[in-house]
């Protein structure tokens, strides 16, 4: 039998309608549309550079110390320490060879000089501030008065003292310069042979039994 036109456009659309239907189970059998991949978190370095800072040190403490050594014709000799606490110093002193239970004035002295073999080369009483002089519950005071030690049974003298009429060197430890004590270091110690008794102008202490350099060590 032969197929009219019509009779093959009729088979035309039903074959296109098959078609269309096939496609669209296969489109339904395979889900919806795919879900966007999700970032993976590879083992690489960040880009992202972090500053490791190192917690800020103390400052460490000015220590000096003075070897004292004898003068012409004496046997005292020892040590003393300075150490800046604060705004304070610490003052510890260790000295030998006094006459058993004396009392004797100590104080910083200008020049940091122990040529002469009677001591005098220290110059005198280290007072930068034009004070008079004046023991050490005076003030003010010379900056370099530091009053008495007294010596034990043995004639040595292990004492430590603080004192704030002055620091150890020229850090200021927070304080604006101008409200600062003097420094110290580099000057002369003397140790008298007479106690000091608050006279003027330097206490009428005597001679000068021994003679040491504040110089800075480590603390």
């Known amino acids: 039998m032969r197929k009219t036109p019509e009779h093959m456009s009729r088979s035309r659309v039903s ?3 098959s078609t269309l239907l096939a496609l669209l189970f296969v489109s339904g059998c395979g889900g919806g549309a795919a879900e966007p991949a999700e970032p993976t978190t590879g083992g690489g370095e960040s880009d992202t550079e972090v500053e490791v800072v190192a917690p800020e040190q103390p400052e460490t403490p000015a220590v000096a110390l ?8 004496n ?3 020892g040590t003393v320490r300075f150490e800046q606490q604060g705004e304070a110093v610490r003052v510890t002193v260790d000295l030998t060879g006094l006459p058993p239970g004396s009392r ?7 020049h940091g000089d122990c040529s002469a073999p009677d001591g005098t080369s220290a110059g005198g009483h280290y007072n930068p501030g034009g004070h008079d002089h004046a023991l050490p519950e005076g003030t003010p005071r010379h900056a370099g008065d530091m009053g008495n030690v007294e010596s034990d049974a043995a004639g040595e003298v292990h004492v430590e003292l603080t004192f704030d009429t ?6 200021t430890d927070g304080r604006a310069d101008g409200d600062a004590p003097p420094p110290v270091m580099g000057r002369g110690l003397i140790v008298h042979a007479e106690p000091d008794d608050g006279g003027q102008p330097t206490g009428n ?4 039994l021994a003679c040491g350099v504040i110089e800075p060590v480590a603390p």
């Open 15 to 17: 074959s296109c309608a």
């Open 166 to 171: 002055f620091r150890v060197d020229d850090r």
């Open 205 to 208: 202490a005597g001679a000068r």
């Open 66 to 73: 003075a070897e004292l050594r004898p003068t012409e014709g």
């Open 75 to 77: 046997d005292v000799r």
């Open 104 to 110: 004797h004035g100590f104080h910083v002295h200008e």
